[in-house]
């Protein structure tokens, strides 16, 4: 059996659609479907009895509005099956196929965590993400994984996803197949669609990085891991430092949700290989010019990565 949880605040214009990308299952008789409700201003009711005839689906309930980390993981305290599929209550599954595939790739693989590719929706441009480390979406989980290693989300609103699957991947191979599970699709309501997430998100960003490294020391992680995703956050950090400081009276925020950042970098700098100094840098400053989605992602030669650094204290 298979748990779907779908965290969802004030979604009741959209989860239909999800949950019908649901229905449409090849394995929906190996479902259990969640929707945990975030303290919206009205309950499910509706939404479960319509799909009880054909899903095995249920409400529970968030004692205050807390964001989908906290959500995501109140349904996975409610629930029970062997493996854990998460989906956005303003997303679809790609086709019919798409829970089977994770399924029988991570029971023929016997892994841990199996990760598709997902599409994601931007206006009329579609972006194909995969060997992704970072989104819930496209991702099969092994439940027995996660209570053994005890990674669980944390309380965050933002980013809380960076957190969980860091961690996660610090425990674990990351496991990847090329086929398209998931559409995050593009809900110009939802909060890190907004163009204030791309500046205030670091917050949470940050920090959730930070979280994963203290629990991965906790665990014994990797330190190479560890250490590449500390320099690819550095330079994330660093370059939307340079594209916002034209643009926000606030920017400077981000030198202080970066301290402690700073300081796990400084003491993990000496394990990153010439290869990912290589290769990091041109890979982040795509994905950075992806997701502002702005031909004015220029970087300044007067301020360079080590200055930056320098001015964090």
Same mark, same amino acid.
């Given at each position: 059996?298979?748990?779907?949880?779908?965290?969802?605040?004030?979604?009741?214009?959209?989860?239909?659609?999800?949950?019908?990308?649901?229905?449409?299952?090849?394995?929906?008789?190996?479902?259990?479907?969640?929707?945990?409700?975030?303290?919206?201003?009205?309950?499910?009711?509706?939404?479960?009895?319509?799909?009880?005839?054909?899903?095995?689906?249920?409400?529970?309930?968030?004692?205050?509005?807390?964001?989908?980390?906290?959500?995501?993981?109140?349904?996975?305290?409610?629930?029970?099956?062997?493996?854990?599929?998460?989906?956005?209550?303003?997303?679809?599954?790609?086709?019919?196929?798409?829970?089977?595939?994770?399924?029988?790739?991570?029971?023929?693989?016997?892994?841990?965590?199996?990760?598709?590719?997902?599409?994601?929706?931007?206006?009329?441009?579609?972006?194909?993400?995969?060997?992704?480390?970072?989104?819930?979406?496209?991702?099969?989980?092994?439940?027995?994984?996660?209570?053994?290693?005890?990674?669980?989300?944390?309380? #965050?609103?933002?980013?809380?996803?960076?957190?969980?699957? !860091?961690?996660?991947? $610090?425990?674990?191979? +990351?496991?990847? =197949? %090329?086929?398209?599970?998931?559409?995050?699709?593009?809900?110009?309501?939802?909060?890190?669609?907004?163009?204030?997430?791309?500046?205030?998100?670091?917050?949470?960003?940050?920090?959730?990085?930070?979280?994963?490294?203290?629990?991965?020391?906790?665990?014994?992680?990797?330190?190479?891991?560890?250490?590449?995703?500390?320099?690819?956050?550095?330079?994330?950090?660093?370059?939307?430092?340079?594209?916002?400081?034209?643009?926000?009276?606030?920017?400077?925020?981000?030198?202080?949700?970066?301290?402690?950042?700073?300081?796990?970098?400084?003491?993990?700098?000496?394990?990153?290989?010439?290869?990912?100094?290589?290769?990091?840098?041109?890979?982040?400053?795509?994905?950075?010019?992806? #997701?502002?989605?702005?031909?004015?992602?220029?970087?300044? !030669?007067?301020?360079? $990565?080590?200055?930056? +650094?320098?001015? =964090? %204290?």
């Amino acid at each position: 059996m298979i748990d779907v949880i779908i965290p969802a605040y004030n979604a009741h214009k959209t989860i239909c659609e999800t949950l019908f990308s649901i229905v449409m299952q090849s394995v929906r008789d190996k479902l259990n479907v969640y929707i945990v409700n975030d303290c919206s201003d009205t309950d499910y009711k509706k939404e479960v009895k319509k799909f009880s005839k054909v899903l095995n689906i249920k409400e529970v309930k968030t004692k205050k509005n807390s964001g989908p980390g906290v959500a995501r993981q109140l349904g996975i305290d409610s629930s029970y099956s062997p493996y854990i599929v998460f989906i956005d209550a303003d997303d679809v599954f790609y086709n019919y196929m798409s829970i089977e595939t994770l399924y029988n790739s991570i029971t023929s693989r016997d892994c841990d965590i199996v990760s598709g590719t997902f599409i994601e929706e931007v206006d009329d441009i579609v972006y194909a993400h995969s060997n992704d480390e970072i989104w819930m979406h496209g991702k099969i989980y092994r439940r027995k994984f996660l209570e053994d290693n005890n990674i669980r989300f944390n309380d #965050t609103y933002a980013n809380e996803d960076a957190g969980f699957n !860091n961690l996660a991947f $610090f425990c674990t191979k +990351l496991n990847t =197949i %090329d086929d398209v599970i998931y559409v995050w699709r593009c809900n110009k309501n939802s909060m890190t669609r907004s163009s204030e997430y791309n500046f205030w998100g670091i917050e949470g960003y940050t920090y959730n990085i930070c979280w994963a490294i203290k629990c991965g020391e906790e665990r014994n992680a990797n330190v190479y891991k560890m250490a590449k995703l500390l320099y690819e956050t550095m330079l994330e950090v660093y370059y939307r430092y340079v594209f916002f400081r034209k643009k926000e009276s606030t920017v400077d925020d981000i030198l202080k949700w970066s301290v402690d950042l700073k300081k796990y970098y400084l003491k993990y700098a000496d394990k990153l290989s010439p290869a990912v100094k290589e290769q990091c840098p041109l890979l982040i400053f795509e994905n950075l010019y992806k #997701t502002i989605g702005s031909s004015e992602v220029v970087l300044d !030669n007067d301020l360079s $990565f080590n200055k930056f +650094l320098d001015m =964090i %204290d």
